[in-house]
């Protein structure tokens, strides 16, 4: 001690004195901070790792630029057309918009998919027929058991369908039980060809006929259920939203619709995905830091009350401190620097276990990924500036919580203190 102040060395064995002889104070408070940087780490990996998916599949929906003209009913009257009239899409507008942007895009599909009833001898079921577009569709699906459709039987009208897993198992027991089986598709008979099961998180349970069956079956009708355009790979993403504008003008002057209508004419465009899923990325990084934040403050409170209650039970070693020479400014750094080494000590153990479940969950999803062209979670890995900017969180936190129980350390009355049992 030199003029009432503590050495570096004599400082850390008082802290390491004071932690030991508080031992079971210094292991709840610890399990708070372990607890609490634990599940600040594992939020962030989990943060990480969406957003790591997610943009994975950014190239690929890139690759696949698509846009899907669906057509609804009209809001605003326009043209001396009436307010409600009812939009229709038939194959002279596929071909026509074909013929005008052939030149910018790869292939342009009418689409049909409408409701059906199925029924095989083990049961039934309400199905989504769709008709299949092979350049399209053979991205989503994986075929399970028997085939797929041959190019000859796309062009067909054969009655054959390929079905997804989860209704080849409602209806036949299996999928392979479902190959080369009879499904009855509103009382007509069609042959099962094979079953499929989507990409990973894809979600599509329809029922695959070639488009021209799916065109000639009973109450179709000659209307289309979307038209489907799909771009050439590896345009940059500026032409696609113009492709997308000349699209939208052009369908909106064929029908005439107010551009601004848009419950008259949608148009989707998968690029608009990459948009709605960074405003997604953007409020769960919010959300998760701010649930990361609480576990953290709930350490502060946790690590606060343990140290103040230790204070107050070393009232008289602080006056007696103070007797012997020491300044209140010693003791200040005292009392806050065993704030400091409990939360930094069980901090980096907190982060040292939340680095090792996220190596466990990253060996679970590597195992869900394998193969899969479609993610949602990726690397859920924390980088070394989260480390890092946890570390420096942890010591701040240990300086807040140690902030009142020092104040009221320095504020001890010795006589008063003396006097204490």
């Known amino acids: 001690m030199k003029d009432g102040n503590l050495t570096p060395k004599d400082f850390f064995r008082d802290i390491l004195s004071s932690v030991r002889m508080s ?118 699906l994986k075929i399970i058991a028997g085939r797929g459709f041959t190019r000859v039987e796309l062009e067909g009208r054969r009655r054959i369908c390929i079905l997804p897993e989860s209704v080849a198992v409602q209806l036949f027991g299996s999928p392979a039980d479902a190959v080369g089986s009879i499904l009855d598709i509103n009382r007509l008979p069609y042959t099962v060809l094979g079953v499929y099961r989507t990409i990973h998180n894809v979600r599509i349970k329809d029922v695959f006929v070639p488009f021209e069956t799916a065109m000639s079956m009973p109450g179709a009708g000659e209307e289309l259920s979307s038209i489907d355009i799909k771009m050439f790979l590896g345009i940059p993403a500026e032409e696609k939203h113009l492709l997308r504008k000349d699209v939208e003008s052009w369908f909106c002057f064929r029908k005439g619709i107010d551009p601004g209508d848009t419950s008259a004419l949608c148009i989707e465009e ?83 276990l939340g680095s090792l479940a996220l190596d466990a969950f990253n060996v679970v999803v590597d195992r869900i990924n394998d193969g899969a062209k479609w993610v949602f979670l990726g690397d859920m890995t924390v980088s070394w500036q989260i480390i890092s900017s946890c570390t420096a969180l942890i010591i701040a936190c240990g300086l807040v919580s140690g902030l009142a ?17």
């Open 270 to 352: 998968n690029i608009d995905f990459i948009s709605d899923q960074e405003k997604f990325l953007g409020s769960m990084r919010k959300f998760t830091g701010i649930i990361g934040l609480l576990s953290l403050l709930m350490s502060i409170l946790g690590v606060s009350s343990i140290v103040h209650l230790s204070v107050k039970e070393r009232t008289k070693e602080i006056a007696v401190r103070l007797v012997c020479g020491s300044s209140k400014g010693s003791i200040f750094r005292l009392v806050l620097g065993e704030s400091v080494m409990i939360m930094l000590i069980f901090g980096i153990v907190g982060m040292l």
């Open 23 to 140: 031992r079971r104070r210094s292991i709840l408070s610890g399990i708070m901070t372990v607890w609490g940087v634990f599940i600040f780490i594992v939020i962030a990996g989990v943060a990480n790792g969406t957003d790591r998916g997610n943009r994975s599949n950014y190239d690929y929906i890139l690759k696949y630029g698509k846009i899907t003209i669906l057509p609804g009913r009209v809001s605003e009257p326009r043209m001396g057309l009436v307010k409600g009239r009812r939009i229709t899409l038939t194959r002279s507008d596929a071909r026509e918009a074909l013929a005008l942007f052939s030149n910018r895009a790869e292939y342009v599909f009418p689409r049909k998919r409408s409701s059906a009833a199925g029924e095989s001898l083990t049961g039934s079921a309400g199905l989504t027929v769709s008709d299949f577009r092979k350049e399209l569709d053979d991205k989503y």
């Open 405 to 421: 129980p020092a104040r009221k350390a320095t504020s001890v009355r010795i006589n008063e203190a003396m006097n204490c049992e």
